[in-house]
């Protein structure tokens, strides 16, 4: 039979389930703009009851102005985005309370993570703040990384840490307001190890 | 506008062109492919230790690596880097707990803030005694272990186990000092625990080359209910042995039924130098046990051993094993020694398989012994009740690491 030939069937194009992906759209403080599939929200806690609570229609997310998010900026927000994207539909890992906690950057991860120190850690902050869990175990396990193998002075190099004499000058204030007679038992302990006692033990 | 060229001068009045010479290092650097921690050294040797700070580096090594070709600086005052310390404690908290404890440790070491929010939990530690220092290992493979002097360990020691999140399985005080003054070690870390705010949350202890003797010292510190198993080996056997001063068993045991610790435990695991003394102890004292075992040699005496068993087995209302390791004796021996009930289904003289009833008590118990893969050696002596958890003896292996 030609195709000229073939019965004509009438379609009725609504009958047919067409899987709609609604995609919302969110602001960051600098007014940058992303849309962001709603399978891959789900990855955040926070944005995941929020678009719940506002129980958008597809056409309200097309009309209604970007959900704005004003503690991330457009640098770091993307990036968030992009993981989500990139794992969405993943099972969200839950905390048992071990320590240390086993985490494994896979590839595409780590490769979003090549950036500055600085971006890293308001990554870091913002997975937090979106309680991001699977994204804050793997930006927390890269910053974790750097100090891999690293001396005490290294450690304070990378970090940012401060010196001994500026750590001592931060434990004494936080005693001091903790108790004031702190002081005085640290320095009754400092001259009793000026007098002879190495240790306690 | 105005804003911006202000900021622009602000950022840009100071650069040096020594700045531009490092950036300009750096992105070489980055374009070769040499990784961050490489360019800091070389930097380092070029142009001296304080020539550029770490975050400087990162953020510029991070911009050329991400494409970036310009030298200048366009960041804003508002857009500074973020340090760690910029983060809050529990987000410096979920960093460090990603790292091993010996790093944990180091990292509270260096910085007042991180020792407050550093976790310094784990589930295994070996701590390894000698003369003059004391290494800490948080892993059976060893990989994560810590040195320490002799003049600060016990504080770290101390630190690790006051933590009042820390749940051990396994706590071991492991001495390679001498055994005859190994007293002075274990009155050491009776001081050490003294100090603790809390009893250890461990579910099996084990000393090796310390006396039965200082379980006394160290089971008070135990957190009761939560102790199971405690082993007491010797891995030096023969400097063991060889010790004259007699080992007050019986009396040890009598105080140690003093003690929640002792009452609650489930398993006890006994070296070699034991067995001849424990058969002067009422079995009694063991009948809330649900597993013994005794470690090897066992050479002589094998009558008044095998007997002081076989009453332990038939008497004890929760025994569910009994496993003794190097018993040097047949299989059919063992068997006729324990009771003369005994079925034995299949033996070649030291490995074998056999049933013993105890028709009073209504419980069965299986023997059995096997070849090492070798075949060199038999593996240990296995008596288990019929119907016993599996988890107690997994088959041919110790339940004790």
């Known amino acids: 039979m030609s195709v000229e030939n073939a019965p004509v069937v009438d379609v009725d194009e609504a009958a047919i389930p067409v899987e709609k992906k609604m995609y919302y759209r969110f602001e960051s403080?600098?007014?940058?703009?992303?849309?962001?599939?709603?399978?891959?929200i789900?990855?955040?806690?926070?944005?995941?009851?929020?678009?719940?609570?506002?129980?958008y229609t597809s056409e309200d997310v097309e009309n209604k102005p970007a959900i704005a998010i004003e503690n991330i900026d457009g640098k770091t927000l993307k990036l968030v985005f992009q993981w989500c994207e990139h794992h969405k539909g993943e099972a969200i890992p839950v905390d048992d309370g071990s320590v240390p906690k086993i985490v494994e950057i896979p590839e595409f991860d780590a490769k979003l993570m090549d950036i500055d120190n600085g971006l890293l850690f308001k990554l870091i902050w913002a997975a937090d703040y979106l309680n991001i869990v699977q994204l804050l175990n793997v930006s927390c396990k890269k910053v974790a990384n750097m100090a891999q193998g690293k001396t005490p002075a290294q450690l304070r190099r990378v970090?940012?840490?401060?010196?001994?004499?500026?750590?001592?000058?931060?434990?004494?204030?936080?005693?001091?307001?903790?108790?004031?007679?702190?002081r005085e038992v640290e320095e009754e302990f400092e001259e009793r190890k000026r007098q002879g006692g190495n240790s306690f033990f | 506008m105005l804003d911006f060229l202000f900021c622009y001068f602000f950022l840009c009045k100071d650069t040096t062109d020594i700045e531009f010479v490092i950036r300009k290092f750096?992105?070489?650097?980055?374009?070769?492919?040499?990784?961050?921690?490489?360019?800091?050294?070389?930097?380092?040797?070029?142009?001296?230790?304080?020539?550029?700070?770490?975050?400087?580096?990162?953020?510029?090594?991070?911009?050329?690596?991400?494409?970036?070709?310009?030298?200048?600086d366009k960041r804003s005052p508002s857009n500074s880097p973020?340090?760690?310390?910029?983060?809050?404690?529990?987000?410096?908290?979920?960093?460090?707990?990603?790292?091993?404890?010996?790093?944990?440790l180091d990292l509270a070491k260096v910085s007042y803030r991180l020792q407050g929010v550093t976790d310094l939990r784990t589930e295994f530690m070996d701590v390894i005694i000698t003369d003059d220092s004391m290494k800490l290992c948080f892993e059976r493979t060893f990989v994560d272990s810590v040195f320490l002097p002799n003049n600060n360990a016990y504080q770290e020691l101390r630190k690790i186990l006051n933590n009042p999140k820390l749940k051990l399985d396994q706590l071991i005080f492991d001495a390679t000092?001498?055994?005859?003054?190994?007293?002075?070690?274990?009155?050491?870390?009776?001081?050490?625990?003294?100090?603790?705010?809390?009893?250890?949350?461990?579910?099996?202890?084990n000393t090796n080359m310390f006396h039965f003797k200082d379980l006394l010292i160290f089971l008070p510190f135990l957190k009761p209910g939560v102790l199971e198993v405690i082993k007491v080996y010797h891995s030096r056997l023969n400097e063991a042995e060889q010790l004259d001063e007699p080992e007050p068993f019986l009396q040890t045991i009598q105080k140690l039924q003093e003690l929640d610790q002792w009452n609650q435990i489930t398993c006890l695991d006994f070296s070699a130098k034991y067995p001849q003394t424990l058969v002067t102890c009422p079995v009694d004292y063991f009948f809330h046990l649900e597993v013994l075992w005794f470690q090897g040699p066992i050479c002589d005496k094998f009558d008044v051993i095998l007997s002081w068993i076989t009453?332990?087995?038939?008497?004890?209302?929760?025994?569910?094993?009994?496993?003794?390791r190097n018993f040097a004796l047949k299989f059919p021996e063992i068997c006729s020694l324990i009771s003369s009930e005994i079925v034995i289904k299949w033996t070649d003289e030291f490995a074998g398989r056999a049933i013993f009833k105890i028709?009073?008590?209504?419980?069965?118990?299986?023997i059995s012994r096997e070849w090492h893969d070798d075949r060199r050696n038999v593996a240990e002596l296995v008596v288990e009740k019929v119907g016993a958890p599996s988890h107690l003896i997994p088959a041919g292996q110790s339940i004790f690491v």
């Not at chain 1, 840490?161 to 702190?182: G, T, V």
């Not at chain 2, 340090?83 to 790093?103: G, T």
């Not at chain 2, 009453?311 to 003794?324: C, D, G, I, N, R």
């Open chain 1, 29 to 40: 403080n600098d007014k940058k703009e992303f849309r962001v599939s709603e399978l891959a």
């Open chain 1, 42 to 55: 789900q990855q955040s806690e926070t944005l995941n009851r929020l678009v719940e609570a506002m129980g």
């Open chain 2, 82 to 104: 973020r340090e760690l310390l910029d983060l809050p404690n529990e987000m410096i908290a979920e960093i460090i707990s990603k790292l091993p404890i010996s790093q944990r």
């Open chain 2, 311 to 324: 009453e332990f087995l038939t008497k004890s209302p929760k025994v569910e094993a009994f496993v003794a």
């Open chain 2, 26 to 72: 750096i992105r070489k650097n980055v374009k070769k492919g040499t990784s961050i921690e490489e360019v800091d050294k070389k930097i380092s040797e070029k142009f001296g230790e304080d020539a550029i700070a770490y975050q400087e580096l990162d953020y510029w090594y991070y911009q050329f690596y991400n494409g970036k070709r310009s030298l200048k």
């Open chain 1, 159 to 182: 970090y940012l840490l401060p010196s001994d004499e500026e750590d001592e000058a931060a434990k004494r204030a936080a005693q001091e307001a903790q108790d004031p007679r702190a």
């Open chain 2, 177 to 205: 000092t001498h055994m005859g003054t190994n007293e002075q070690q274990a009155r050491k870390i009776e001081r050490m625990l003294q100090t603790l705010d809390q009893k250890v949350h461990t579910t099996a202890f």
């Open chain 2, 359 to 366: 028709p009073d008590a209504d419980k069965v118990f299986k």
